[in-house]
């Protein structure tokens, strides 16, 4: 998760950077009446807002837990506010009073407590599933109405010169003479927010979770937005500030977290299915091809009479052959989806290690990343020449080794067996075989041996 760390460091040094650019420069400032741009920004926001509340609804149904339901709260609590305090005004032209202009900010505040709520409270599952959907939408609905009521009672209660004071001009500069109401507002909202990015990140780090990256990173500019909005206070719902520029940052980020973790989610459900399928193909494997080679090659020994020695042996090694290859077959079916290469290739020769008796030396590079294609062959390589090695060559031992080689990847096997001569006709199916799975992959294969001094098998690829 180093990247996310990155990135949200980068985000807040851009955000200071900016924030500083425009209290350095007044021109840079926003605070233009652009009502269709400004219109269309809010619109666009409001949906984002929705697509990640159901994108975050989707995640609690999959996995009841306290903070995703705070989490689903807060996006919930942030659409609704941006469409009915936000939107709405700016699509009806109502004129700034007290009540609009205190409200969204109010509710704003709420989403970030909700936020620093989600950050922090345990990854604890919920039992009654059903009952907390039920109560986390009655919280919404009731906190809402309760900032309505509450906004309206004090904003009535409001000197008339708090939006008398905040004047077109004063827009155009950092201006900190505003009422000490707003100045603690959002200074605790921006506060809020840093303290959900903290929490965001550490949460993305220890669980994995690329989603709640995206959410530190939006966290951050959401406290940069209050910022702004504390410097140079938005006193029209119809014009564009600087604060509303990090506000809809916000919502792109959030919205690309959001397309992120829909597709992690399919991506996930097809290897999901694709998972499910090979543990379906391992398990008709075992139970039918398999148990079929282990009742021939046990009646195998039971023929008896005229029938030909050499052709009897060829059938119980070719039906041995079968057998390991369909091991070899569920072995790999069954292994993880996400298993490093080195741990499975250590699995499947330790397995045909243990089965003919023989010590094993492996010495494995990790972090290696290859095609299945080449994964597959490599591991069919190794097993096949680990089984030779104990079957042909009487070695005790057998070392492995794996190495990156420039670009590509090395394979070796060797033994300190009986050995063979290579330039002898023939060599049986299992050469033949290594050969041509390196082929298949674009690699070569060499098999080097001296009578008496042992032999060697290396694949590179």
């Not at 792109?252 to 597709?263: C, D, Q």
């Not at 070899?328 to 290739?345: C, D, N």
């Not at 390196?438 to 060697?456: I, K, T």
Request: hydrophobic fraction near 50%.
């Amino acid at each position: 998760m180093r990247g996310v760390r990155a990135a949200v460091a980068a985000t807040a040094i851009a955000s200071a950077v900016t924030s500083a650019a425009l209290a350095v420069i007044p021109q840079l400032h926003l605070a233009s009446p652009w009502q269709a741009e400004h219109l269309a920004l809010e619109t666009a926001a409001s949906v984002i807002a929705l697509l990640a509340c159901f994108l975050v609804f989707g995640r609690l149904r999959r996995r009841t837990r306290l903070n995703e339901l705070m989490l689903a709260c807060a996006l919930a609590v942030l659409a609704l506010s941006d469409l009915f305090l936000v939107t709405v005004p700016i699509v009806a032209g109502w004129a700034p009073d007290d009540l609009t202009v205190w409200a969204a900010p109010t509710a704003r505040s709420l989403v970030a407590l909700l936020f620093v709520l989600a950050a922090f409270v345990p990854n604890r599952r919920l039992r009654r599933s059903g009952l907390m959907l039920a109560a986390g939408a009655s919280g919404v609905t009731i906190a809402l109405l309760l900032t309505a009521v509450l906004v309206h009672t004090f904003a009535r209660r409001l000197p008339p010169q708090v939006i008398a004071s905040l004047t077109p001009a004063s827009s155009a500069r950092p201006d900190l003479h505003v009422h000490p109401v707003q100045l603690v507002l959002q200074l605790a909202v921006a506060v809020l927010y840093g303290l959900a990015t903290v929490g965001f990140l550490r949460r993305s780090r220890r669980l994995g979770d690329e989603f709640f990256g995206w959410l530190a990173i939006a966290g951050v500019l959401a406290a940069a937005s209050h910022v702004n909005y504390l410097l140079y206070p938005a006193i029209n719902s119809q014009s564009l500030y600087a604060g509303d520029a990090f506000r809809f940052a916000f919502y792109a980020v959030l919205f690309v977290g959001s397309m992120r973790e829909i597709w992690s989610y399919w991506r996930a459900l097809s290897q999901a299915a694709v998972l499910e399928e090979r543990q379906r193909i391992a398990c008709a494997l075992h139970d039918g091809l398999a148990q079929e080679l282990t009742y021939m090659a046990r009646h195998l020994d039971l023929l008896t009479g005229a029938v030909d020695e050499d052709n009897l042996v060829r059938l119980r090694r070719a039906v041995e052959r079968a057998q390991v290859e369909s091991r070899r077959a569920i072995s790999t079916l069954a292994a993880p989806s996400g298993q490093p290469f080195e741990v499975a290739l250590a699995d499947a020769v330790t397995e045909v290690s243990e089965r003919y008796h023989v010590e094993l030396d492996l010495d494995l590079t990790s972090g290696i990343r290859l095609s299945a294609a080449r994964r597959e062959a490599l591991v069919r390589i190794a097993c096949e020449a680990v089984t030779n090695a104990a079957r042909h060559s009487g070695a005790s031992r057998v070392s492995l080794g794996l190495k990156r080689d420039g670009s590509g990847v090395r394979l070796r096997i060797s033994d300190k067996g009986h050995g063979f001569d290579t330039a002898a006709p023939g060599g049986g199916f299992g050469l033949t075989s290594m050969r041509e799975r390196a082929r298949s992959v674009g690699g070569e294969l060499l098999v080097s041996s001296v009578p008496g001094h042992g032999s060697q098998v290396e694949v590179a690829v």
